[in-house]
């Protein structure tokens, strides 16, 4: 059968449409079964900051299994308004796609999975149902058992961040809780840009989660992942300084946070002002200067000033570019 259609029944902003637009940022908000009342609650609160970021940042959003979604029955499941809305997400936009599980997990040692109102949804679908390549995607599962999403959606221009560290958290996860409220707030601002990235928001709401379970005398029964190289392996809060990150993998490859701290739900005026060729050369000659600064110890002094400066004259060169658009 075919989902396309499918993606009529989704609220997108406050409009109805077929597809969503590549013209914006879009973001899925995909809110789980329940299991109880009080749940129920709480993740329709986090739903709701993601709405209003969404507006503020001038972004498409569409919701699965709010209030507003009719009940599920066999032939229009969440999951299958869920394929129909990645479906319908156009590939060839230089504007990410984000989707935002809020919800509960299940882990069966072989396979996790997302539960929805109906049949849930595993991680190996979802690989399958998500833009490959072509468009800039941001996964975030803020449910229990939701550490094996990392490895199961690790691909190139993917990034997956998750509310625990592996599939046996199998507790209710509050992470989600905390980045909802981080995601724009201009306290988790660490570098003082005038903007959130999505580093600097999962630092904050990974910090005020493991201050939760001190403050209430708890063994933390989760611990968030991020994972921006496609690698599949994620990392802990505690490989960074700041936004920078201390512990390169031992066998050479990029490290994590750096294309995370590219990326803002809410861009600030100056950076909405970048076309998005320009933004993508900013973003490949930063990535070439965070490279050329972890591999200094390496290289010759005059080595490393001559590649520094001839990266940093490019870039000058682009925001001048910019301010004269």
């Known amino acids: 059968m075919s989902f396309f259609p499918l993606a009529l029944a989704l609220t997108v902003g406050s409009a109805r449409d077929a597809a969503i637009p590549a013209d914006r940022p879009s973001i899925v908000l995909v809110i789980g079964a329940e299991g109880s009342p009080e749940y129920g609650r709480e993740f329709q609160t986090w739903a709701a900051r993601w709405r209003e970021a969404a507006d503020r940042a001038g972004a498409v959003w569409s919701v699965i299994g709010d209030e507003d979604t009719p009940r599920p ?184 946070g750096y294309r995370a701290h590219q990326v803002h739900f809410v861009p600030s005026t100056d950076e909405q002002r970048l076309a998005p060729e320009l933004r993508e050369r900013r973003d490949r000659l930063e990535l070439e200067l965070f490279d050329l600064r972890d591999r200094k110890p390496q290289l010759a002094e005059d080595e490393y000033h001559r590649r520094l400066e001839a990266i940093l004259v490019e870039l000058a060169t682009l925001y001048e570019s910019a301010g004269k658009r």
């Open 73 to 256: 029955d066999d032939s229009t499941s969440d999951r299958v308004r869920l394929h129909g809305a990645l479906h319908a997400a156009r590939r060839d936009s230089p504007h990410p796609l984000w989707l935002v599980l809020i919800g509960h997990g299940t882990w069966d040692g072989r396979a996790a999975r997302f539960n929805l109102r109906g049949p849930d949804v595993s991680a190996a679908e979802l690989h399958e149902w998500l833009p490959a390549g072509e468009r800039p995607t941001i996964v975030i599962n803020c449910a229990s058992a939701s550490g094996p999403f990392i490895d199961r959606l690790a691909a190139p221009g993917r990034m997956v961040i998750t509310a625990t560290k592996s599939g046996s958290e199998v507790n209710f996860a509050r992470f989600g809780d905390a980045l909802s409220a981080a995601i724009a707030d201009p306290a988790a601002d660490l570098d003082k840009d005038g903007q959130t990235s999505l580093l600097e928001a999962w630092l904050l709401a990974s910090r005020q989660t493991e201050e939760f379970y001190k403050s209430a005398g708890r063994l933390p029964t989760e611990h968030a992942l991020l994972d921006d190289t496609g690698d599949g392996r994620g990392v802990r809060p505690d490989a960074f300084i700041g936004v920078r990150p201390v512990q390169r993998p031992a066998d050479g490859q990029p490290s994590d």
